[in-house]
Nanobody, 119 residues
């Protein structure tokens, strides 16, 4: 089992920045891929960014590329999502999730943290 706990959400004005954290515990070495997802009210959940524990390979949704940066701290087993130049459309519940490298779907999910960007 893997436990994921997000933190760092809040209310910010458009153009501002926030940093989200995702603390992982349990059998984390079995789930090399960690991703951030978000869900806005009335919309489906969408992929934001992902990183691998081993190698640190990253990927981003086009909508956040050049504004968001995902990173990891191996010693703290924590994934970060640095969000800059925030827009009202970035508002939503942000959740982190993990999966083994061979699995197509994310298996473990955190409870989510609310990000609200005011215009």
């Amino acid at each position: 089992q893997v436990q994921l706990v997000e933190s760092g959400g809040g209310l910010v004005q458009a153009g501002g920045s926030l940093r989200l954290s995702c603390a992982a515990s349990g059998r984390t070495m079995n789930t090399n891929h960690i991703g951030w997802f978000r869900q806005a009210p009335g919309k489906e959940r969408e992929f934001v960014a992902a990183i691998t524990w081993i190698g640190g390979s990253t990927s981003y949704a086009d909508s956040v590329k050049d504004r968001f940066t995902i990173s990891r701290d191996m010693a703290k087993r924590t994934i970060y999502l640095q969000m800059s130049s925030l827009k009202p459309e970035d508002t939503g519940v942000y959740s982190c999730a993990s999966r083994p490298g061979w699995a197509p779907d994310y298996t473990y999910w955190g409870q989510g943290t609310q990000v609200t960007v005011s215009s």
